[in-house]
T-cell receptor, first 115, second 111 residues
Framework: DAGVIQSPRHEVTEMGQEVTLRCKPI?????LFWYRQTMMRGLELLIY????????DSGMPEDRFSAKMPNASFSTLKIQPSEPRDSAVYFC?????????????FGPGTRLTVL | GQQLNQSPQSMFIQEGEDVSMNCTSS?????WLWYKQDPGEGPVLLIA?????ELTSNGRLTAQFGITRKDSFLNISASIPSDVGIYFC???????????FGAGTRLTVKP
């Protein structure tokens, strides 16, 4: 079975550019999570969806960040405009239905570098 | 309040040695999870604990959900080189089911 798929795996961009990260959750999972990982702050939950609906976006750092889930098999995390401090590894994770968010399966991550 | 304190931050051990790491908090959690992250990859779930006092094993790994619900430990017995990586604890917050992650323990195993 395919796991969580993220693209691109690496992204290098210049400050001010728009960045779009993509995620395909595991088929049948109805929770989707976006995380950011940095050395300084560790793993931080940015936002999560249940049945394509954003449930908690309190972790989104600021208005430059936005996330969408137009259907059950696709989500995007967009940063516009990007800044050097956005450099991090961004993970997408999904969980199966059942009302619990504890069993999360992580994708391989997108390493973002903003110059 | 809901922060997880994971220790140690890093460990350098010899192959064959046992390893112990733990997470503590001043808050209680419903669920404790332990993940391992290899370089360039996402975290992979190792063990999930759902009840206070629960002790669960997965091969050479053993983890326990503290009786106070505020802590958990992970032990690795007879370490091998492929145990190298970063181990994260995570706890599920009771009131909203959000997950909180520890800062990680970086394990290095010398052959």
């Amino acid at each position: 079975d395919a796991g969580v798929i993220q693209s691109p795996r690496h992204e290098v961009t210049e400050m001010g550019q728009e960045v779009t990260l993509r995620c395909k959750p595991i088929s049948g999972h109805d929770y989707l999570f976006w995380y950011r990982q940095t050395m300084m702050r560790g793993l931080e939950l940015l936002i999560y969806f249940n049945n394509n609906v954003p449930i908690d976006d309190s972790g989104m750092p600021e208005d430059r960040f936005s996330a969408k889930m137009p259907n059950a098999s696709f989500s995007t995390l967009k940063i516009q405009p990007s800044e050097p401090r956005d450099s991090a590894v961004y993970f997408c994770a999904s969980s199966p239905p059942g009302g619990s968010t504890d069993t999360q399966y992580f994708g391989p991550g997108t390493r973002l570098t903003v110059l | 309040g809901q922060q997880l304190n994971q220790s140690p931050q890093s460990m350098f051990i010899q192959e064959g040695e046992d390893v112990s790491m733990n997470c503590t908090s001043s808050s209680i959690f419903n669920t404790w999870l332990w993940y391992k992250q290899d370089p360039g990859e996402g975290p992979v779930l190792l063990i999930a604990l759902y009840k206070a006092g629960e002790l669960t094993s997965n091969g050479r790994l053993t983890a326990q959900f503290g009786i106070t619900r505020k802590d958990s430990f992970l032990n690795i017995s007879a370490s091998i080189p492929s145990d190298v990586g970063i181990y994260f604890c995570a706890g599920q917050v009771p009131d909203n089911n959000d997950m909180r992650f520890g800062a990680g323990t970086r394990l290095t195993v010398k052959p």
